[in-house]
Every structure is written in structure tokens, then in C-alpha cells.
């Protein structure tokens, strides 16, 4: 009785170790599953795409025939003989340089003025937020090109007023800018999350600043913007990823014209793949604007360190 008490005994001291292994197994295996359908669509919708993109961009192939391997000759041919690419990129650089400062700009403005406690001031947020959900849509891409168009809503006005409207869709010199102010219009999505930036701040800090006697203005510069700095970078990011890729605007609005004016980066690469059918150029044109934005987001992230404040 005493040597089988004590070979039980043993049997339970080996088995807590291989129980404790085999827990170490299953929790992890059930966390796999429970996130595999997120794995699933890593891998099948976004790594794999990407991966085939980066094949076809060393290839010469045009849908109709088997991808010939041609290694960089794509790039080279991008970086050293293709004019129209320097002009879309810096047709897209004048896009965000001029869209993205003012549509944070007039973004945060509209903010501070929703963000008073007056009644019914919800409904007003809703109102203003609408822009931004209509906004991208070829609907408001089409009304935008009849508004600045020649015979135009804005030239009927400019008209009333005894002035000489232009036709500031197909001029160059004006047709990057209509785009722009749609741009601009499209703030509420930056507007909102400002809202919310805003209303984190403590209201200790301004009436410290009152006391103290500085001015609304003062009080904006020093309190509101450096507390509002971790929000601008995470516009300022978005913004600019999204400008970078605007399509649907240049595509409905002025198709690129006149004289490529407004030839972006998106639209080109649309019209290599889609009207040339020049996929493996295409594709290297994709890659080339994802190394841009990455190297723009890195910029950003890398010169926040000297205007971006935190709490801590």
C-alpha cells in the first residue's frame, strides 16, 4: 500500500508538467483562431496582392499575354524617359501642399467655433460634418464641374456683379485650384476628430491664462496649439495619404486637363493600367507612390519630435 501511495504519488507529479505544457500549447492556439479570419484576409487580400504587384512591377505584361520577366527596366524607364511621371508628381505635390494646410486650417477654425456650448449646436456638427461624406463622390465631382464650368453657377454670379467670369475648369492656370477648393470642402472628418482634440483640453489652463491677463489670441498659441499637436499630426498624416492618392475628383472633374494640368499621380498610373493596359508599368508606378508616401510619413514622424507636445 505504501509503494503504490508513493508510485501515485509520482504518477501526479509528472503529469502538473506535461498539464502546464500542454495549456502553454492550447491558449495560443485558440487566440489564432479566434483572430484567423483577420489572418486570413492579411494574407489573401493585402500581403498576397502586394506581392503580386512587386512581381508584375519587374514585368512587362498587358492582360492579354503571360507577364514577361524584365526585371527594373520599369523604373528605369519611369525615372529616366517618362515626362509625363515628373509632371503628375508634381502636379500631386502642389495638390498637397496647397489641399492639406488648408483643409486642416479651416478645419480646426470651424472646430473652435462648434465646439461653444450653445443650443442645438449638434445639429449644426451634423451639418457641417455632411461635406465630408458627400464629398469624394462622383455625384459631387460632376455638380463641382458644372459649378466652374464656363456657364457655371460661379459665372452666372461673378456675371450679376458686372464681372468677366473664365472658364476655370479647362484653364490651366485654374484648374488645379478648383480641385483644391474641393479639397478643402471635404474638412469634416478632420473637423470632428479637432472637436474631440478640443474638448480634452482642461478648462483650468485658460482661466490660469485669463487670470494671468492674456487674450484669446495668446491664449490660442499658447495653450490650444501645443495641446492640439498630437491631433494635427494624426491629420496632418491621414491628410496627406489621402491626398496623395486622390482619383475621383481628377477623374470626373477635368480628366487630367487641360495640358495635364492636373494630370495626379493616381490618375496617371489609372490611365497607364486601365487605357494602355500596361499593367507591369502600372504596378511599378504603385510601388514608386507607396515609397513616397512612407517616406513623407516617415518625415512627418521624424521631425514631430520638435513641435508635437504630450501631456506626459
Known amino acids: 500500500m505504501i509503494k503504490a501511495t508513493k508510485l501515485t504519488g509520482v504518477n501526479e507529479n509528472l503529469q502538473k508538467p506535461m498539464t502546464r505544457k500542454m495549456n502553454r500549447w492550447i491558449e495560443p492556439v485558440w487566440g489564432y483562431v479566434f483572430i484567423a479570419p483577420w489572418l486570413i484576409g492579411l494574407f489573401v487580400l ?25 526585371g527594373f527596366e520599369n523604373y528605369h524607364e519611369i525615372f529616366t524617359d517618362d515626362k509625363d511621371f515628373w509632371k503628375a508628381l508634381q502636379v500631386t505635390l502642389t495638390y498637397v501642399v496647397l489641399s492639406v494646410p488648408l483643409k486642416l486650417i479651416f478645419a480646426l ?5 462648434l465646439s461653444k456650448a450653445i443650443r442645438g449646436m449638434s445639429l449644426f456638427r451634423a451639418i457641417f460634418y455632411l461635406p465630408s461624406l458627400i464629398g469624394g463622390s462622383v455625384a ?5 464641374r458644372n459649378l466652374f464650368g464656363m456657364d457655371g453657377f460661379l459665372n452666372k454670379f461673378a456675371a450679376l456683379l458686372g464681372i468677366q467670369g473664365i472658364d476655370w475648369i479647362n484653364t490651366p492656370e485654374t484648374a488645379l485650384y478648383t480641385l483644391v477648393m474641393l479639397a478643402v470642402w471635404q474638412f469634416g472628418s478632420s473637423m470632428v476628430i479637432f472637436l ?27 495653450i490650444t496649439l501645443p495641446m492640439l499637436t498630437p491631433i494635427i499630426l494624426f491629420n496632418l498624416v491621414m491628410q496627406i495619404i489621402g491626398s496623395f492618392q486622390m482619383f475621383t475628383q481628377a477623374f470626373i472633374v477635368t480628366k487630367g486637363g487641360p495640358i495635364n494640368s ?25 510601388w514608386i507612390l507607396l515609397s513616397i508616401i512612407g517616406l513623407f510619413t516617415m518625415l512627418i514622424f521624424w521631425s514631430s519630435k520638435k513641435w508635437v507636445h504630450y501631456e506626459t
Not at 51 to 66: A, D, I, K, P
Not at 267 to 286: D, E
Open 109 to 113: 477654425l470651424v472646430a473652435m467655433l
Open 196 to 222: 474631440a482634440g478640443l474638448k480634452q483640453i482642461p478648462k483650468d489652463l485658460y482661466e490660469s491664462a485669463s487670470v494671468d491677463g492674456a487674450s484669446k489670441f495668446h491664449s490660442f498659441f499658447s
Open 262 to 286: 492636373t494630370l495626379v499621380y493616381a490618375l496617371y498610373l489609372y490611365q497607364k493600367a486601365f487605357a494602355y493596359f500596361n499593367m507591369g508599368y502600372a504596378s511599378a508606378l504603385a
Open 140 to 144: 459631387i465631382s460632376a455638380i463641382w
Open 46 to 70: 493585402t500581403i498576397g496582392p502586394m506581392s503580386q504587384s512587386f512581381y508584375l512591377s519587374l514585368t512587362q505584361y498587358n492582360l492579354l499575354e503571360l507577364p514577361a520577366y524584365i
